[in-house]
């Protein structure tokens, strides 16, 4: 399987993903990475794994839509099974995320359907919560709300921050990312309809 992979910034759950392609534990291939943001680390990780780096800096467009356009453009040249948003810090327009309908994920850090949006763990940890995580989900026109695919979860101790607190989700991202990605490459994870099914069964 192709896939595209979009970053802003340093792009460790790229790595992950990478290392699992190039170990052979994930069926396919990123053929490329394409970030918003120039001069990132997750560029500089692309090209040593040999996927194609391209910088897309949404600065130089002049809106949201003539972004995206490019983007899909972009994007549209390596013919994807599955992008993956990893660390992409961006709102896209429903016409994008519509096109790229049921093959298109993202990492968000928190316990979906809570806490969609910025600064997850410190509002974790001013609601008291016992427990923060991480979920991967289906893209939809929804900011963070489409189907959920998987979740990790991990403890929050009395004396976690948010940055002891981001480390620990990450951790788990770079675990469950990568996953989530075997089990497509592999035909295990399906979007008939924009709904996920693992082995057959809806998530
Ligand atoms: C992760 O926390 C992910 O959940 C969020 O952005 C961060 C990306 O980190 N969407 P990295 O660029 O993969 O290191």
């Given at each position: 399987k192709r896939i595209v992979v979009l970053i802003s910034g340093s792009g460790s759950n790229l790595q992950a993903i990478l290392d699992q392609c190039a170990a052979g534990d994930i069926d396919g291939q990123v053929t490329a990475v394409i970030s918003n943001r120039p001069d990132v680390l997750g560029l500089s990780r692309a090209e040593k794994a040999g996927a194609d780096a391209i910088t897309l800096d949404h600065k130089q467009f002049e809106d949201r839509a003539a972004f995206d356009a490019a983007l899909a453009e972009a994007i549209d040249q390596y013919t994807p099974d599955l992008i993956v948003l990893a660390g992409f810090m961006r709102i896209l327009t429903k016409s994008f995320v519509d096109r790229y309908h049921g093959r298109m994920l993202n990492i968000h850090p928190s316990l979906l359907p809570k806490y969609p949006g910025l600064d997850t763990h410190q509002r974790a940890l001013d609601a008291g919560d016992h427990e923060a995580g991480a979920t991967v989900h289906l893209v939809t026109a929804e900011l963070d709300g489409g189907p959920l695919i998987a979740q990790a979860k991990v403890a929050i101790s009395e004396d976690d921050t948010v940055q002891t607190l981001n480390r620990k989700v990450l951790a788990q991202e770079h675990h469950l990312y990568?996953?989530?990605?075997?089990?497509?490459?592999?035909?295990?994870l399906t979007f008939a309809e924009g709904l996920p099914q693992l082995d057959g069964e809806v998530l």
């Open positions: 990568p996953e989530v990605v075997r089990w497509f490459c592999s035909g295990r």
